[in-house]
């Protein structure tokens, strides 16, 4: 059976450059700024049993393509991006069951701070958070923090032991440890309040935590662990730690490699294979027909502007694109930084991409896959994907907001219910009794 999560970004795009100019979203009175327009998009996943709403987070702005900030100012690429995790709270009092996930990167913050923000959330969302954990994707990032990019195998290193002493603090509270005796004047017992005194590599931390132990807490400490990395060291990190893993694969034979390689890495970690779930990205475009959903695609598709993929394109390679020709066939190239996307450098029947065609793509989808048609077409395109390439299920991108959402949850999900492929009902309250439901 599947898992569905709706993928959000508290800005006005979000895989689609397109998005945000696109003639429905503008006749639906989107504002990206109105926590309204959250609570809404909330209920109406919540509505559809979706596991979470997922958003994905930047702290910069890309000046890559071109050494100018011009570009994606310009193109609304992944700029500007408020930050998500108030949004939590907002959209956590608007519904009672759906996850809430967000990103927020380890690369510039101090565990203290972090294990403390999340602790809180946990109780906010009564066991609903998630915490999507990443490394600095961009040298635009670490430079508004003053500081230097560091490499992949650091960035991950220091990942690793910024996790360890967030376990820590989260367990610094025993779970009786509140005793709240009003009669004899004692809130909490001192003797099961703990100080971690962690002396690490990259970090200290004396604790304890002054936030009291979740009661949704899990026996490894904390809300519920996302991951999107898909390097050698992101994969070990969400092999360790995380409930679930977003990954875009374009091509069924990547997921299933992608999707092998994950679960091989949880036993490996002494998890079993379920403990982490696999989520695809997707593109769902919906019509009354064939035909319809087609046309849809195209006016999408046309809608995207090629600066907009370079800029958008150029910021995930951490590579300034302006110096290649247009013509120029990616997979020909051996940059070490452009080695980064491979599998979006190919169509699915091996044809060779030029830069032009890959940055329109990528402006378009960033790689997800595009599923065109009916919702009988889309289930049954979401069958194949899920039957053939492996994974636990998908996270879904809209092309316009909220209304391309809203048409997923309402006719998309009835067909996967029908097929018994998708829950009719939650069988619990948090975020991990979601990820882990056996259907």
């Not at 569905?4 to 508290?10: D, E, G, I």
């Not at 946990?122 to 990032?141: C, F, I, P, S």
């Not at 990019?149 to 290193?157: A, H």
């Not at 696999?278 to 019509?287: D, N």
Request: proline share 6%; glycine share 8%.
């Amino acid at each position: 059976m599947m898992h569905l999560a709706q993928f959000l970004v508290h800005g006005p795009t979000y895989h689609s450059v397109a998005m945000w100019r696109h003639p429905r979203t503008a006749a639906a009175g989107y504002d990206w700024t109105r926590p309204e327009l959250y609570q809404h998009i909330a209920r109406v996943c919540e509505r559809g049993k979706l596991d979470m709403l997922f958003f994905a987070d930047l702290n910069y702005i890309s000046d890559t393509y071109t050494g100018s900030l011009a570009p994606a100012i310009r193109n609304a690429t992944q700029a500007p991006e408020h930050d998500p995790i108030p949004l939590l709270s907002f959209m956590a009092a608007a519904t009672t069951h759906i996850g809430l996930g967000a990103t927020y990167s380890v690369s510039h913050q101090h565990p203290f701070h972090a294990a403390r923000l999340w602790a809180t959330l946990d109780h906010l969302t009564k066991g609903r958070a998630a915490w999507n954990v990443v490394t600095t994707l961009n040298h635009n990032q670490s430079a508004n923090y003053g500081e230097e990019m560091k490499p992949t195998d650091e960035r991950y290193d220091r990942a690793h032991e910024f996790m360890e002493v967030c376990r820590k603090l989260w367990a610094s509270w025993d779970e009786d440890a509140m005793v709240m005796d009003r009669a004899a004047g004692i809130f909490a017992d001192p003797d099961k309040v703990h100080r971690i005194d962690h002396e690490g590599r990259f970090f200290r931390s004396r604790g304890p935590l002054n936030v009291v132990r979740s009661p949704h807490h899990h026996p490894l400490g904390g809300p519920a662990i996302l991951q999107a990395g898909t390097s050698g060291k992101g994969r070990d990190f969400a092999a360790r730690y995380a409930d679930a893993v977003f990954a875009i694969q374009p091509y069924i034979a990547g997921a299933k490699a992608l999707y092998e390689d994950v679960k091989r890495g949880a036993v490996e970690a002494g998890r079993p294979p379920s403990a982490c779930k696999m989520l695809f990205g997707v593109q769902p475009i919906i019509g009354t027909s064939r035909a319809e959903a087609e046309d849809k695609q195209a006016e999408h598709n046309a809608l995207v502007p090629l600066e907009g993929g370079l800029a958008i394109l150029s910021g995930h390679l951490d590579f300034d694109l302006s110096t290649l020709p247009l013509d120029t066939v990616m997979a020909h190239r051996s940059e070490p930084k452009l080695q980064r996307m491979q599998t979006r450098y190919r169509t699915a029947t091996g044809e060779l991409l030029t830069l032009r065609q890959v940055a329109q793509n990528h402006g378009q989808s960033v790689g997800l896959p595009q599923m065109v048609g009916t919702p009988v077409d889309i289930a049954d395109q979401l069958e194949a994907y899920f039957d053939e390439g492996g994974g636990d299920g998908f996270m879904l991108s809209p092309i316009y907001c909220p209304g391309a959402i809203e048409e997923f949850v309402d006719l998309v999900v009835p067909e996967l219910q029908r097929r018994g492929r998708f829950r009719r009902e939650y069988a619990g309250t948090t975020q991990r009794d979601h990820l882990n439901q056996d259907f």
